[in-house]
Nanobody, 122 residues
Framework: QVQLVESGGGEVQAGDSLRLSCAAS????????MGWYRQAPGKEREFVAT????????FYADSLKGRFTISRDNAKNTVHLQMDNLQPDDTAVYYC???????????????WGQGTQVSVSS
């Protein structure tokens, strides 16, 4: 089993920045990707960004590219989401997501963190 723990959320004003972190832990797992989704009150969960491990590549939602940056720390099995120029519409619970291969079958499984709240006021 892979455990994902998010941190870095908080309450900020428009124009401020936050840096979210997600750390993956477990045993004998192989990460395929780690990324972020978010869900605002009354809205469906939407994709934010992802980092694909083997290809060392990133992908962003078009509306967020340029303001948000995802990065990886291999030594800590961690991804970060740098969020700049935050706006009230960015208010949501941000969830870490990972696709990983786990024993015994080593088939791909999707894991989710519990989420971290980001609140942006005008």
């Amino acid at each position: 089993q892979v455990q994902l723990v998010e941190s870095g959320g908080g309450e900020v004003q428009a124009g401020d920045s936050l840096r979210l972190s997600c750390a993956a832990s477990g045993s004998m797992f192989s990460i395929l990707s780690m990324g972020w989704y978010r869900q605002a009150p009354g809205k469906e969960r939407e994709f934010v960004a992802t980092f694909t491990w083997n290809s060392d590549s990133t992908f962003y939602a078009d509306s967020l590219k340029g303001r948000f940056t995802i990065s990886r720390d291999n030594a800590k099995n961690t991804v970060h989401l740098q969020m700049d120029n935050l706006q009230p519409d960015d208010t949501a619970v941000y969830y870490c997501n990972s696709a990983a291969r786990t024993p015994p079958s080593f088939t791909m499984t999707t894991f989710w963190g519990q989420g971290t709240q980001v609140s942006v006021s005008s």
